[in-house]
């Protein structure tokens, strides 16, 4: 079957007690059991639900994996997908990650004894270069944020594997219906399913994809030793977004692409970030692994931080907020929001300063869009 089609059954065959169509959100903590230790295969909802069940078959399905768990959010898959490490271990990670990641590495998991060498760019010699004999794990994201950065998946899967280390790919910002990073030689999928994966901006939770049953019951131990997971609700509203993703990230590409090439040739823009525009230098390696390039668009103003708040003012359509991978258009200023949480230097080094704006593009009508941005840059002009 196809991934819409595996989006829509997977894991979701008719409630055997009613027939209903849609899997119930068991919204239960327990389970009776016939004679002790006689039971259903369910025992009690931290070890496991069936509508969270529900939810890891289908994305498991969607990413091409063995098996799928869903997390409280995007930060506990990671921290799952980190608890395979022991002191002393070392990561090799991108440089362009989502800000939170960066704090977890930095400090969650380096005080416990494990170290993260952040590599700049996407150059996989440069990330060989960065391994060491300790190295256990090398983390990606692609596209990257905010800078939509591309790194070649199956590059770095070689880079990985030629010293024994696992390749973990987040893969947030495309999702299955862009980008299977399992095919491309990943070893680890994960996900902030707040995003894309739900794609109505009314859930927060996480997902690890792996193609490794060994791996996934380590994964599933530490879970349920630390209590991490999905809650029924939260498992459902997943699911039912799930079920519109292909059309959704369609929608999100081609109202993207329209956006990126308005915005390129205004005034006021210096550069866009967008790997479907011409001259993007991962453009080349974009066609070759995403079906799509995505729904998400950085623009630098020419006229610094001030015109970037100039910029979002003038918006009617797109709203002011963090996240993104929702169904309604958001805009945010990553220096102050989303990437806070990192040092002035670190974010002034990597260009997450002056103009920058990142735009999560929605499901709208695009001309309505298209004239919210022509009102956002032409404000953008005039101090
Ligand atoms: C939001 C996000 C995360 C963190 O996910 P939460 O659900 O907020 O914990 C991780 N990676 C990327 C790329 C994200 O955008």
Same mark, same amino acid.
């Given at each position: 079957?196809?991934?819409?089609?595996?989006?829509?059954?997977?894991?979701?065959?008719?409630?055997?007690?009613?027939?209903?169509?849609?899997?119930?959100?068991?919204?239960?903590?327990?389970?009776?059991?016939?004679?002790?230790?006689?039971?259903?295969?369910?025992?009690?909802?931290?070890?496991?639900?069936?509508?969270?069940?529900?939810?890891?078959?289908?994305?498991?399905?969607?990413?091409?994996?063995?098996?799928?768990?869903?997390?409280?959010?995007?930060?506990?898959?990671?921290?799952?997908?980190?608890?395979?490490?022991?002191?002393?271990d070392h990561v090799v990670a991108g440089?362009?990650?989502?800000?939170?990641?960066?704090?977890?590495?930095?400090?969650?998991?380096?005080?416990?004894?494990?170290?993260?060498?952040?590599?700049?760019?996407?150059?996989?010699?440069?990330?060989?270069?960065?391994?060491?004999?300790?190295?256990?794990?090398?983390?990606?994201?692609?596209?990257?944020?905010?800078?939509?950065?591309?790194?070649?998946?199956?590059?770095?899967?070689?880079?990985?594997?030629?010293?024994?280390?696992?390749?973990?790919?987040?893969?947030?910002?495309?999702?299955?219906?862009?980008?299977?990073?399992?095919?491309? !030689? &990943?070893?680890? %999928?994960?996900?902030?399913?707040?995003?894309?994966? /739900?794609?109505? #901006?009314? =859930?927060?939770?996480? $997902?690890?994809?792996?193609?490794?049953?060994?791996?996934?019951?380590?994964?599933?131990?530490?879970?349920n030793a630390t209590g991490s997971i999905?809650?029924?609700?939260?498992?459902?509203?997943?699911?039912?977004?799930?079920?519109?993703?292909?059309?959704?990230?369609?929608?999100?590409?081609?109202?993207?692409?329209?956006?990126?090439?308005?915005?390129?040739?205004?005034?006021?823009?210096?550069?866009?970030?967008?790997?479907?525009?011409?001259?993007?230098?991962?453009?080349?390696?974009?066609?070759?692994?995403?079906?799509?390039?995505?729904?998400?668009?950085?623009?630098?103003?020419?006229?610094?931080?001030?015109?970037?708040?100039?910029?979002? !003012? &003038?918006?009617? %359509?797109?709203?002011?907020?963090?996240?993104?991978? /929702?169904?309604? #258009?958001? =805009?945010?200023?990553? $220096?102050?929001?989303?990437?806070?949480?990192?040092?002035?230097?670190?974010?002034?080094?990597?260009?997450?300063?002056?103009?920058?704006?990142?735009?999560?593009?929605?499901?709208?009508?695009?001309?309505?869009?298209?004239?919210?941005?022509?009102?956002?840059?032409?404000?953008?002009?005039?101090?």
């Amino acid at each position: 079957m196809k991934l819409a089609t595996r989006a829509i059954h997977v894991g979701q065959g008719a409630d055997p007690a009613t027939g209903a169509i849609i899997v119930p959100i068991y919204q239960t903590s327990t389970f009776t059991q016939d004679a002790v230790g006689v039971h259903k295969g369910f025992e009690y909802s931290r070890s496991g639900n069936p509508t969270r069940t529900a939810l890891e078959v289908c994305i498991a399905s969607l990413d091409g994996g063995s098996d799928a768990l869903a997390y409280a959010s995007g930060l506990a898959a990671e921290t799952g997908v980190l608890s395979l490490l022991r002191p002393g271990d070392h990561v090799v990670a991108g440089s362009d990650l989502y800000g939170g990641t960066v704090r977890l590495l930095r400090s969650v998991f380096e005080p416990l004894g494990i170290s993260t060498t952040f590599v700049d760019g996407t150059d996989p010699d440069a990330y060989a270069a960065a391994m060491t004999q300790r190295t256990r794990l090398v983390w990606i994201e692609t596209p990257s944020n905010p800078l939509l950065e591309i790194t070649d998946i199956r590059s770095l899967a070689d880079v990985a594997h030629a010293r024994q280390a696992l390749l973990a790919v987040d893969n947030t910002f495309a999702t299955p219906a862009l980008q299977l990073p399992i095919s491309l !030689g &990943a070893d680890i %999928v994960v996900y902030s399913t707040t995003k894309y994966m /739900g794609g109505h #901006s009314d =859930v927060v939770g996480g $997902a690890v994809v792996l193609n490794d049953h060994e791996l996934a019951e380590q994964l599933r131990f530490h879970q349920n030793a630390t209590g991490s997971i999905a809650g029924p609700f939260d498992a459902w509203l997943t699911l039912r977004g799930l079920k519109t993703l292909e059309l959704r990230m369609a929608r999100h590409s081609t109202n993207a692409a329209a956006l990126a090439s308005f915005v390129a040739s205004a005034h006021s823009v210096d550069t866009v970030y967008y790997p479907g525009l011409a001259g993007h230098p991962g453009g080349a390696v974009a066609v070759t692994q995403m079906r799509s390039p995505g729904g998400m668009v950085s623009i630098r103003l020419s006229g610094g931080e001030a015109a970037a708040h100039r910029f979002i !003012g &003038a918006l009617q %359509v797109f709203s002011l907020a963090e996240s993104l991978g /929702g169904v309604e #258009s958001l =805009v945010c200023y990553p $220096a102050r929001m989303t990437h806070a949480s990192l040092s002035a230097d670190e974010r002034e080094r990597r260009g997450i300063s002056g103009g920058l704006v990142r735009l999560s593009v929605g499901i709208e009508d695009v001309e309505d869009l298209m004239e919210d941005l022509a009102r956002g840059v032409e404000a953008a002009r005039h101090a």
